[in-house]
């Protein structure tokens, strides 16, 4: 295949400097998928998007790095449910075994040293696809170790088309639904955790019925990642990062969740937040006392109420309870607390002081006298099942979310009013998000590097630049020790010469 250069592609390095293949960094992409999810094609798609721009695409499959731990879980190659319950076991073991959820992990990491040679040179032009990602300790490490030249993709399938390739590939009706739940999230220790791991990525992408949307997404993806052409957000990127801008002005001491709420045409209607309301509308701000959120008041509330609920309980089915003096029951409370946290009053949702994000999105749109008819609500987390009888209520045609909530039983209580995933023009449309995640949305769509570093989009002559890259993303070899180093030798090389030699 011809290289990219040959056809009229130019890579350029930061600052404008055309320095070959050096200016094509080295990157780690992980994926993270859904049981069921057709990898290969992106696989595939991503590989020839890459070698197209001048790149070496390798796989590595964590899965394979299981082979090198003795367990006792063994491989199975009796048809595809087997084979994938076996893997999960056997992955399982080894990180049960190792005491590190982020074993599959660190095994590519050092594979991906073996190949740097004994010199541990850096690979210009090299992408390292590791296939894939589980749990979010691998996240975590492979961020730590890597930095900006580490990129997570996450690969959306429906449910539907997942339970279609896994009955494509021999899997038997009794076994996918069992596959795909313990996919999501096991509840042994140190088992798969998509659930908590699929919300991490930097980028998500779709994959079903369509190859050629996937390989069209794919294409935008490594373009992005590479700066090559102008591409700008799409509107569910736009909407979703004003709702993770709004996020950030919570002071909630549980999570940050932000909601918008934009128009037919994407004009921004409203945002919101989770936070505390006060006198007068709307939400408390920062510096505008008086200030009576919840970090200022020591506690969360919907945690008080919970103890107290638990507290009821027991005095009436627990004898050891009510006979134990106030000390002991301050020493037995957290155990009972532990004990109750996965049932539904761990879960309980309606005694904390915020306003949801969706629900101050709809509420904000209220007093400004807006219809929220017809609009698209994106939120940063599923939303509950409180905010989800609003969202009907008010009108809303979809919601768009990146984070699940476990808590909500927005599907149990509204089935007749709403539909996750499956569109149909008498529900609701709750859906994933697809496109650039809020966390790389500066990154991958500003015209200045984090460094501030400006890269054109016109030549001198007014002409737009389409055929050059100026990626965003990239290995940072030196540590901000070394690279202080290096800053102090240039100034003392250039005070001892002198300013005028």
Partial sequence: MKRREERGIRPLAAGGENTGESARPELVIGLTA????????????????????????????????????????VKSSRGEANRIDAAMRRGNEAR?????????ALAAIAEIRRRRGPESRALPARAFVLRQLKRPEEVQLLRRTYGAGFVVIGVYSSRVEREKFLKQQGTRPSEIASL???????????????????????????????????????????????GLGISTPTRAE?????????????????????????????????????????????LYWEGEPPDARDHRLGRDSSDEAKEEILREVLEKIDPEWSRASAKEKR??????????????????????????????AIVSAARMGVSTRET????????CHVCA???????????????????????????????????????????????????????????????????????????????????????????????????????DSITKKGPNR
């Fill in 96 to 104: 049960r075994k190792t005491g590190r959820d982020d074993i599959l």
């Fill in 331 to 360: 020493r037995l409370l957290p155990e009972r607390l532990e004990r109750l946290a996965s049932t539904r009053i761990g879960s309980l949702t309606e005694f904390g002081r915020a306003v949801h994000a969706e629900a101050e």
């Fill in 376 to 383: 698209e609500l994106y939120c940063t987390t599923f939303p």
């Fill in 180 to 226: 795909i739940l313990r996919d999501e999230h096991e509840s042994e220790l140190g088992g798969q955790s998509l659930r908590d791991t699929f919300h991490l990525a930097d980028l998500f992408i779709e994959v079903g019925g369509d190859p050629a949307g996937a390989e069209r997404e794919v294409k935008r993806a490594t373009h992005l990642l590479l």
């Fill in 389 to 491: 009888k609003h969202i009907v209520a008010a009108g809303i045609r979809s919601v768009t979310f990146i984070e699940p909530y476990p808590k909500s039983r927005a599907l149990d209580l509204h089935q007749d009013s709403i539909s996750l995933e499956v569109p149909d023009q008498k529900k609701v449309l709750f859906r994933p998000f697809v496109g650039v995640a809020p966390r790389a949305f500066a990154r991958l769509f500003s015209m200045k590097t984090a460094d501030g570093i400006e890269n054109p989009r016109k030549d001198e002559r007014g002409h737009a630049i389409l055929d050059q890259m100026h990626a965003r993303v990239g290995m940072t070899y030196f540590s901000s020790l070394q690279r202080e180093d290096l800053a102090a030798q240039d100034l």
């Fill in 238 to 282: 736009f909407g979703m990062f004003q709702a993770y801008a709004a996020s950030l002005r919570s002071a909630q001491l549980g999570r940050q969740v932000g909601a918008c709420l934009l128009s037919e045409i994407g004009d921004v209607i409203s945002v919101g937040t989770n936070e505390a309301p006060r006198f007068g509308g709307g």
């Fill in 34 to 73: 859904a049981v069921g999810t057709p990898l290969d094609l992106v696989e595939s798609g991503l590989s020839s998007a890459l070698v197209s721009l001048g790149y070496g695409a390798e796989t590595l499959r964590l899965s394979e790095y299981i082979d090198s731990f003795e367990l006792k879980a």
